[in-house]
């Protein structure tokens, strides 16, 4: 028993190690750079003011902000309810399958995925190129028109990230005791009715916490439309959000410290969000 605390911290070090080198440390090599200037001295709030005023910095904030209403929405909305659904799955065997093929999308990497959708939405080779001509998209081109992007953006961002989190709904519903539920169906509940007062109020701890990662995930958007700029020749605009615009900044324009301004924006705003969630949610709140 003497040796339990130091084989714990043993299994925290590696942890705090990487967190120290890829968390720590680069966001405050970050702050650093958006407080000064090109020439190391204290630039106060003229990095973030400059920033903000580039041509391409609001628009950059209003796709971010449609993409991520598209995509929280969607994300609640559906993996809340294929969780639910698929915990009605009588048979252990299909409920296992089908689990396992909704994670399987999010094995792919973020740019493999994103590859796989390109595939998918060109008309000349997609295997619903009928389907896409069906809807009046007979090229490339118009399927990716910017304001389609917001959605293609969350599709392939739900494509890839729902899976998970619906098998982490699908264990919070599992640790849901059988006796409330049962209690429920003898008080004459239906299935309607036992998902919405019973197990959606109490997986509403797990639902917040998908929503705050998601969204701090979702401010980084980068891969989808810079590979779909690509792709497109330019098509889809290389400032599409506003990681585009910092990375734009950084290595097109040589200026580190806009984009450091950008990234620590991004950071506040994230803690903001986390913080409000969890205050008005009572998520640490003992049930």
């Not at 598209?70 to 659904?85: D, N, R, S």
């Not at 982490?168 to 539920?181: R, S």
């Not at 410290?257 to 969630?277: D, K, T």
């Amino acid at each position: 028993m003497k040796f339990a605390p130091r084989a714990g911290h043993a299994f925290v070090a590696g942890y705090l190690v990487l967190l120290a080198a890829f968390g720590i440390v680069p966001v405050g090599y970050a702050i650093y750079f958006a407080f000064t200037s090109t020439s190391n001295y204290w630039a106060g709030l003229s990095n973030f003011t400059a920033a903000a005023r580039d041509f391409r910095y609001l628009p950059a904030v209003e796709h971010v902000g449609l993409y991520l209403v598209i995509w929280l929405v969607a994300l609640v909305v559906f993996v809340t309810g294929l969780a639910l659904v698929l915990h009605q799955l009588p048979a252990r065997r299909i409920s296992r399958l089908v689990r396992f093929l909704y994670y399987l999308p999010g094995a792919l990497a973020g740019a493999a995925s994103v590859m796989v959708w390109l595939f998918m939405l060109d008309p000349t080779v997609s295997p619903a190129a009928s389907f896409l001509r069906l809807l009046g998209y007979g090229t490339f081109g118009l399927v990716i028109e910017p304001g389609h992007l917001a959605i293609l953006f969350a599709m392939i961002a739900f494509w890839t990230g729902a899976g998970g989190w619906i098998v982490v709904m699908y264990g919070a519903l599992n640790n849901i005791p059988l006796d409330v539920i049962d209690a429920a169906r003898i008080d004459g509940s239906n299935g309607w009715q036992v998902a919405r007062r019973i197990q959606i109020p109490m997986l509403r701890k797990w639902i917040v916490y998908m929503v705050i990662l998601a969204f701090a995930a979702g401010t980084q958007l980068f891969v989808e439309p810079q590979l779909i700029s690509q792709a497109s020749n330019g098509v889809a605009g290389r400032d599409y959000s506003l990681n585009q615009l910092s990375y734009d900044f950084a290595f097109q324009n040589n200026n580190v410290n806009y984009a450091a301004a950008i990234s620590v924006e991004l950071l506040v705003v994230s803690l903001v969000v986390a913080a409000v969630f969890v205050t008005r949610s009572r998520f640490f709140d003992a049930d």
